[in-house]
């Protein structure tokens, strides 16, 4: 949370959607890609269609802090990045604990700067199950890890050495581990094999950022990715792929609202299983190019939900598909397998009426319940977009508080939801 700035988020719901809504460029696209610039020695990164968001904002303000020069346009959705001042190899404390992205950071540093220093981490992070596979993939191509505690806090300390390419797994097929690998390869001697390589969407879009800076990658999306090493890496122009987590939102936004969008930048394919889960509901589709038309105006059927990863059902999308469930006519079963700690949403849909029972890492939503206005906490970003999905269709007002986190991943949810015919405004202060 940004100190003393409390954000909140008030829909009045009853309101029919309809019209043209422009998808963000993908979080989980551009923030590798920022973490990749950084391997340019010269020239100017561009990145284009930028989603203007709290971890954008940050990544920005960790770029410039080691030493690069970034400027994020915010109007043009546009970020310039020339690395060539790279300085220093200290990812500080204040940034880099309140940005998880920041371990996307490490591969340039340690190809730039031959080292990376990760503080504020806190203690036991090496056998973290988030990042033990990162620093082993680097352990395992001759980088050495060390960590050093002070207090509570930690400092992780990477020196390169002389990276070597080798044959590394990913014990998950972690987007973020995967990206991580791959960068690492890139400017390493030799041939690098990762197996059981993340397949979503933003990884291939991310190979394809690498490829047109130079570097030899080949497999993306088939599970086994080879890199073979090469001497550097040059700037270029990219456009940043749309996001799927937003385009499945504001799909749901049309679905529980019982209205029809036309969605610009958002595929059908890049859903996965979300999709076809939201036809079984009865939300209806048609592609026409880049524009996705999305309505429901049928009864909303319920559904099963597994979460696993691409191109499974999307963890992210869990918590919204659980505020649509509330409406369905029927028991709908939601297990969740990729996080623990993602059923915080279940207790505040039940301020305003839901009726969900949890057990352990399975939901059932008994619907239809009418859901009524209240004051909800997002706990996360993904609990306080279900939390507008759930408000757009209550009876009354429902106010969310702690909506800073909803910052951090959609850029201007309010202007755009409004823009299509939702009651809702953001507060800050």
Do not use: W
Request: aromatic letters at 6%; a negative charge; hydrophobic letters at 45%.
């Amino acid at each position: 949370m940004n100190a003393g700035q409390e954000v909140r988020y008030r829909v009045r719901g009853g309101r029919r959607l309809d019209g043209t809504v422009f998808i963000q460029g993908a979080k989980n696209a551009v923030l590798p890609m920022i973490g990749a610039s950084l391997m340019a020695s010269e020239g100017r990164t561009v990145l284009r269609n930028v989603p203007i968001i709290e971890d954008v904002r940050r990544a920005v303000e960790l770029a410039q802090a080691l030493g690069a020069k970034a400027e994020l346009h915010e109007a043009e959705r546009t970020l310039v990045i020339d690395a060539s001042t790279l300085s220093s190899p200290v990812l500080p404390a204040e940034i880099a604990a309140r940005f998880r992205g920041s371990f996307l950071f490490v591969p340039a540093l340690l190809h730039r700067l031959g080292e990376a220093v990760i503080e504020g981490v806190g203690g036991c992070n090496l056998g973290s199950r988030n990042l033990d596979f990162h620093y082993n993939g680097f352990k395992r191509m001759g980088a050495t890890v060390t960590e050093q505690m002070a207090g509570d806090d930690g400092v992780i300390h990477i020196k390169a050495g002389d990276l070597r390419g080798g044959t590394l797994y990913c014990d998950t097929p972690s987007h973020t581990g995967t990206e991580n690998l791959i960068m690492a390869a890139a400017l390493a001697h030799g041939t690098t094999l990762i197996k059981n390589a993340a397949l979503e969407p933003e990884v291939l879009d991310n190979i394809a950022f690498l490829q047109a800076m130079g570097a030899k990658i080949s497999g993306g999306g088939t599970g086994f990715i080879t890199v073979e090493g090469v001497d550097g890496l040059r700037a270029v122009e990219h456009t940043v792929m749309p996001d799927r987590i937003d385009a499945g939102v504001f799909v749901m936004a049309a679905a529980i609202t019982g209205g029809e969008l036309n969605l610009v930048g958002a595929a059908l394919e890049h859903l996965g299983v979300a999709g076809d889960k939201l036809e079984q509901m009865g939300v209806e589709f048609h592609q026409q190019g880049a524009v996705l038309h999305v309505r429901r105006d049928r009864p909303l059927r319920p559904i099963n939900v597994i979460t696993d990863e691409y191109p499974g059902f999307a963890t992210d999308l869990q918590s919204p598909i659980m505020a649509v469930s509330c409406f369905a006519d029927g028991p709908s079963y939601i297990y969740e397998r990729i996080f623990d700690g993602r059923f915080k949403l279940a207790d505040e849909l039940r301020k305003m009426g839901a009726d969900i029972e949890v057990n352990g890492n399975r939901a059932k939503v008994l619907g239809a319940t009418p859901l009524r206005g209240a004051e909800v906490e997002a706990h996360d970003l993904r609990c306080g977009s279900a939390l507008v999905l759930a408000g757009l269709a209550a009876e009354g007002e429902t106010t969310i508080t702690s909506a800073y986190y909803l910052d951090r991943g959609h850029a201007h949810t309010a202007e755009r939801l409004s823009q299509v015919g939702a009651d809702i405004e953001r507060e800050v202060g």
